[in-house]
């Protein structure tokens, strides 16, 4: 059974670019959430998708936003880089059946996004 | 701000001695999960603890879950190497996962 792969692995953007990653969950999997890490904030709760809709949302600026397609694959984009975007992101997927942490979290190898 | 807080932040020991990881918080969770992360990877789940007063054990891994529910424990008996990585506790509620910092764990063969 194939992981959560998530698309491209390594990416080197600029200052007022925009940016989209691709995630693609575990075949069967509904629920897919977006982590931010950075060694200074570690990991931060971006957004989660279920069906098509965004269950829950972090702290983070509108810059930030994403979308989860009816094959559960699901896109973020970040508009308007700045230096601080630089990091890690990291999606993972679940199955979504009963209590959320009842389900255990896969998650892909990240994207790893600089931002000169 | 970060609800869990976890200690130490690193820790550098040598093979076949034995460490603990710390994971406090002021509020009450309905689980705690326990993740470990290599280089270049994501985090992958070693354990979820439910119950308050909870012990789980993994091979040479114990976990705890305080009777409180706020708090929890990592005890790796015999370190080895392969035990070299990042470990993160989170807690889950409403559909996300909120981590500690991490605590980066070396073991020298």
């Known amino acids: 059974k194939a992981g959560v792969t998530q698309t491209p692995r390594y990416l080197i953007k600029t200052r007022g670019q925009q940016v989209t990653l691709s995630c693609s969950p575990i075949?069967?999997?509904?629920?897919v959430s977006w982590y931010q890490q950075t060694p200074g904030q570690g990991l931060q709760f971006l957004f989660e998708?279920?069906?098509?809709?965004?269950?829950n949302k972090g702290n983070f600026p509108g810059r930030f936003s994403g979308r989860q397609f009816s094959n559960s694959r699901s896109e973020m984009n970040v508009s308007t880089l700045e230096l601080g975007d630089s990091a890690l992101y990291l999606c993972?997927?679940?199955?979504?059946?009963?209590?959320?942490?009842?389900?255990?979290?896969?998650f892909g190898p990240g994207t790893r996004l600089t931002v000169l | 701000t970060q609800l869990l807080e976890q200690s130490p932040q690193f820790l550098s020991i040598q093979e076949g001695e034995n460490l603990t990881v710390y994971c406090n918080s002021s509020s009450v969770f309905s689980s705690l999960q326990w993740y470990r992360q290599e280089p270049g990877e994501g985090p992958v789940l070693l354990v979820t603890?439910?119950?308050?007063?909870e012990v789980k054990k993994l091979k040479r891994l114990t976990f705890q879950f305080g009777d409180a529910r706020k708090d929890s424990s990592l005890h790796i008996t015999a370190a080895q190497p392969g035990d070299t990585g990042l470990y993160l506790c989170a807690a889950s509620n409403d559909y996300k996962l909120s981590f500690g910092a991490g605590t980066t764990v070396t073991v020298r063969a």
């Open positions: 998708y279920f069906s098509e809709t965004q269950r």
């Open positions: 075949s069967g999997h509904r629920s």
């Open positions: 993972a997927s679940s199955l979504a059946q009963g209590a959320f942490y009842y389900n255990e979290q896969f």
């Open positions: 603890v439910v119950t308050g007063g």
